[in-house]
T-cell receptor
Framework: GAGVSQSPSNKVTEKGKDVELRCDPISGHTALYWYRQRLGQGLEFLIY????????KSGLPSDRFSAERTGESVSTLTIQRTQQEDSAVYLC???????????????FGPGTRLTVL | GQQLNQSPQSMFIQEGEDVSMNCTSSSIFNTWLWYKQDPGEGPVLLIA?????ELTSNGRLTAQFGITRKDSFLNISASIPSDVGIYFC?????????FGQGTRLTINP
Protein backbone atom coordinates (compact mmCIF):
# COMPACT_ATOMS: atom_id res chain seq x y z
CA GLY A 1 0.00 0.00 0.00
CA ALA A 2 0.98 3.63 -0.36
CA GLY A 3 0.60 4.67 3.28
CA VAL A 4 2.08 3.78 6.64
CA SER A 5 0.71 0.48 7.90
CA GLN A 6 0.70 -0.87 11.43
CA SER A 7 -0.12 -4.24 12.91
CA PRO A 8 -1.93 -5.48 14.77
CA SER A 9 -4.73 -2.92 14.71
CA ASN A 10 -5.84 -4.06 18.17
CA LYS A 11 -3.98 -5.95 20.88
CA VAL A 12 -5.35 -7.10 24.19
CA THR A 13 -2.84 -8.53 26.64
CA GLU A 14 -2.54 -9.42 30.26
CA LYS A 15 -0.52 -7.38 32.70
CA GLY A 16 3.07 -8.59 32.81
CA LYS A 17 3.18 -9.97 29.27
CA ASP A 18 5.44 -8.60 26.53
CA VAL A 19 4.01 -7.14 23.31
CA GLU A 20 5.48 -6.27 19.92
CA LEU A 21 3.94 -3.68 17.64
CA ARG A 22 4.93 -3.38 14.01
CA CYS A 23 5.21 -0.43 11.65
CA ASP A 24 5.77 -0.49 7.89
CA PRO A 25 6.71 3.02 6.76
CA ILE A 26 6.14 4.53 3.35
CA SER A 27 8.77 3.20 0.96
CA GLY A 28 11.68 5.62 0.66
CA HIS A 29 10.97 7.44 3.92
CA THR A 30 14.17 7.47 5.91
CA ALA A 31 12.69 8.95 9.09
CA LEU A 32 10.39 6.92 11.33
CA TYR A 33 8.67 7.97 14.56
CA TRP A 34 6.68 6.27 17.29
CA TYR A 35 4.09 8.14 19.36
CA ARG A 36 1.73 7.15 22.15
CA GLN A 37 -1.78 8.54 22.41
CA ARG A 38 -3.68 8.00 25.65
CA LEU A 39 -7.46 8.24 25.60
CA GLY A 40 -8.58 11.83 25.02
CA GLN A 41 -5.02 13.12 24.86
CA GLY A 42 -2.60 14.38 22.26
CA LEU A 43 0.30 12.36 20.94
CA GLU A 44 3.44 11.85 23.01
CA PHE A 45 6.73 11.37 21.20
CA LEU A 46 8.48 8.09 22.03
CA ILE A 47 11.38 7.46 19.63
CA TYR A 48 12.76 8.66 16.29
CA UNK A 49 14.88 6.79 13.73
CA UNK A 50 16.73 8.53 10.91
CA UNK A 51 18.78 6.43 8.51
CA UNK A 52 21.80 4.85 10.14
CA UNK A 53 22.04 7.45 12.91
CA UNK A 54 21.57 6.46 16.52
CA UNK A 55 17.87 6.70 17.34
CA UNK A 56 16.54 9.50 19.53
CA LYS A 57 15.07 7.58 22.46
CA SER A 58 14.41 10.59 24.64
CA GLY A 59 10.64 10.02 24.75
CA LEU A 60 10.63 6.41 25.93
CA PRO A 61 8.85 6.43 29.31
CA SER A 62 10.77 3.56 30.90
CA ASP A 63 13.30 0.84 30.17
CA ARG A 64 10.41 -1.53 29.51
CA PHE A 65 10.01 0.23 26.16
CA SER A 66 12.38 -0.39 23.26
CA ALA A 67 12.25 -0.14 19.49
CA GLU A 68 14.25 -1.40 16.58
CA ARG A 69 14.34 -0.57 12.92
CA THR A 70 15.69 -2.76 10.15
CA GLY A 71 17.57 -0.50 7.77
CA GLU A 72 15.12 2.00 6.38
CA SER A 73 12.12 -0.28 6.55
CA VAL A 74 10.10 -2.06 9.21
CA SER A 75 10.21 -1.01 12.84
CA THR A 76 9.00 -2.85 15.92
CA LEU A 77 8.12 -1.28 19.25
CA THR A 78 8.42 -3.70 22.15
CA ILE A 79 6.87 -3.21 25.57
CA GLN A 80 8.06 -5.66 28.21
CA ARG A 81 6.14 -6.60 31.34
CA THR A 82 3.15 -4.52 30.28
CA GLN A 83 1.30 -2.46 32.88
CA GLN A 84 -2.26 -1.15 32.76
CA GLU A 85 -0.99 2.40 32.27
CA ASP A 86 0.56 1.25 28.97
CA SER A 87 -2.96 1.01 27.51
CA ALA A 88 -3.08 3.52 24.65
CA VAL A 89 -2.99 3.83 20.88
CA TYR A 90 0.55 3.57 19.54
CA LEU A 91 1.03 5.51 16.33
CA CYS A 92 3.86 5.28 13.84
CA UNK A 93 4.76 7.99 11.34
CA UNK A 94 7.33 8.26 8.57
CA UNK A 95 8.75 11.13 6.56
CA UNK A 96 11.34 12.04 3.99
CA UNK A 97 14.39 13.93 5.13
CA UNK A 98 15.26 16.85 2.86
CA UNK A 99 18.80 16.96 1.52
CA UNK A 100 19.41 20.23 3.32
CA UNK A 101 18.41 18.78 6.67
CA UNK A 102 15.38 19.35 8.82
CA UNK A 103 12.26 17.27 8.39
CA UNK A 104 9.37 16.86 6.00
CA UNK A 105 5.69 16.12 6.57
CA UNK A 106 5.07 13.17 8.87
CA UNK A 107 2.52 10.66 7.56
CA PHE A 108 0.81 8.64 10.25
CA GLY A 109 -0.39 5.06 10.29
CA PRO A 110 -3.78 4.10 11.77
CA GLY A 111 -2.22 3.02 15.05
CA THR A 112 -2.34 -0.06 17.24
CA ARG A 113 -4.81 0.08 20.12
CA LEU A 114 -3.20 -1.69 23.09
CA THR A 115 -5.32 -2.75 26.03
CA VAL A 116 -3.59 -4.19 29.07
CA LEU A 117 -5.95 -6.05 31.39
CA GLY B 1 6.04 14.81 28.33
CA GLN B 2 5.83 18.37 27.10
CA GLN B 3 2.54 19.38 25.52
CA LEU B 4 1.10 22.49 23.99
CA ASN B 5 -1.93 24.17 25.57
CA GLN B 6 -4.78 23.85 23.11
CA SER B 7 -8.23 25.36 23.55
CA PRO B 8 -11.07 24.83 23.59
CA GLN B 9 -11.06 21.13 24.48
CA SER B 10 -14.39 20.65 22.73
CA MET B 11 -16.81 22.60 20.59
CA PHE B 12 -20.45 21.98 19.75
CA ILE B 13 -21.61 24.09 16.83
CA GLN B 14 -24.28 24.30 14.17
CA GLU B 15 -23.51 23.43 10.59
CA GLY B 16 -22.47 26.55 8.72
CA GLU B 17 -20.89 28.26 11.72
CA ASP B 18 -17.27 29.35 11.81
CA VAL B 19 -14.83 27.68 14.22
CA SER B 20 -11.73 28.99 15.91
CA MET B 21 -9.20 27.14 18.07
CA ASN B 22 -5.74 28.03 19.29
CA CYS B 23 -2.56 26.73 20.79
CA THR B 24 0.03 28.30 23.05
CA SER B 25 3.42 27.16 24.24
CA SER B 26 6.06 28.29 26.67
CA SER B 27 8.67 27.23 24.09
CA ILE B 28 9.50 28.62 20.67
CA PHE B 29 8.89 26.37 17.68
CA ASN B 30 10.20 26.85 14.17
CA THR B 31 7.25 25.10 12.58
CA TRP B 32 3.62 24.89 13.63
CA LEU B 33 1.32 22.24 12.23
CA TRP B 34 -2.38 21.53 12.41
CA TYR B 35 -3.67 17.95 12.11
CA LYS B 36 -7.12 16.37 12.03
CA GLN B 37 -7.78 12.90 13.40
CA ASP B 38 -10.84 10.83 12.56
CA PRO B 39 -11.87 7.87 14.77
CA GLY B 40 -9.60 4.86 14.31
CA GLU B 41 -7.21 6.75 12.07
CA GLY B 42 -3.89 8.50 12.46
CA PRO B 43 -3.69 12.29 12.27
CA VAL B 44 -3.67 13.87 8.82
CA LEU B 45 -1.81 17.12 8.17
CA LEU B 46 -4.07 20.08 7.33
CA ILE B 47 -1.78 23.10 7.34
CA ALA B 48 1.93 23.72 7.99
CA UNK B 49 3.31 27.11 9.05
CA UNK B 50 7.01 27.88 8.73
CA UNK B 51 7.44 31.61 9.37
CA UNK B 52 6.51 33.76 12.33
CA UNK B 53 3.48 35.87 11.41
CA GLU B 54 2.63 33.63 8.44
CA LEU B 55 -1.05 33.35 7.56
CA THR B 56 -1.90 30.33 5.41
CA SER B 57 -5.17 29.10 3.94
CA ASN B 58 -6.25 25.70 2.70
CA GLY B 59 -9.78 25.91 1.37
CA ARG B 60 -12.05 26.80 4.29
CA LEU B 61 -9.15 26.49 6.74
CA THR B 62 -6.95 29.40 7.77
CA ALA B 63 -4.08 29.19 10.22
CA GLN B 64 -1.60 31.69 11.56
CA PHE B 65 1.84 31.30 13.11
CA GLY B 66 2.18 33.80 15.97
CA ILE B 67 4.83 36.51 15.83
CA THR B 68 6.43 35.25 19.04
CA ARG B 69 6.55 31.69 17.58
CA LYS B 70 4.81 30.50 20.73
CA ASP B 71 1.25 30.33 19.47
CA SER B 72 -0.99 29.55 16.53
CA PHE B 73 -4.67 29.56 15.67
CA LEU B 74 -6.82 27.61 13.24
CA ASN B 75 -10.09 28.88 11.81
CA ILE B 76 -12.62 26.83 9.89
CA SER B 77 -15.24 28.79 7.99
CA ALA B 78 -18.74 27.63 7.11
CA SER B 79 -18.42 24.26 8.87
CA ILE B 80 -19.82 21.13 7.22
CA PRO B 81 -20.57 17.70 8.70
CA SER B 82 -17.28 16.16 7.51
CA ASP B 83 -15.36 18.69 9.62
CA VAL B 84 -16.27 16.59 12.67
CA GLY B 85 -13.22 15.13 14.35
CA ILE B 86 -10.36 15.99 16.66
CA TYR B 87 -7.99 18.78 15.68
CA PHE B 88 -4.44 18.86 17.02
CA CYS B 89 -1.83 21.56 16.89
CA UNK B 90 1.80 20.50 16.90
CA UNK B 91 5.08 22.33 17.23
CA UNK B 92 8.15 20.94 15.57
CA UNK B 93 11.58 21.12 17.12
CA UNK B 94 14.65 18.87 16.92
CA UNK B 95 12.95 16.55 14.41
CA UNK B 96 10.17 15.83 16.92
CA UNK B 97 6.56 16.94 17.15
CA UNK B 98 5.02 18.18 20.39
CA PHE B 99 1.23 17.95 20.30
CA GLY B 100 -1.60 19.82 21.94
CA GLN B 101 -4.33 17.92 23.77
CA GLY B 102 -6.74 18.30 20.87
CA THR B 103 -10.04 20.08 20.18
CA ARG B 104 -13.00 17.78 19.61
CA LEU B 105 -15.39 19.33 17.11
CA THR B 106 -19.03 18.23 17.01
CA ILE B 107 -21.45 19.65 14.46
CA ASN B 108 -25.21 19.67 14.81
CA PRO B 109 -26.90 19.52 11.43
Amino acid sequence: GAGVSQSPSNKVTEKGKDVELRCDPISGHTALYWYRQRLGQGLEFLIYFQGNSAPDKSGLPSDRFSAERTGESVSTLTIQRTQQEDSAVYLCASSLVPAGGGTDTQYFGPGTRLTVL
Amino acid sequence: GQQLNQSPQSMFIQEGEDVSMNCTSSSIFNTWLWYKQDPGEGPVLLIALYKAGELTSNGRLTAQFGITRKDSFLNISASIPSDVGIYFCAGEGAQKLVFGQGTRLTINP
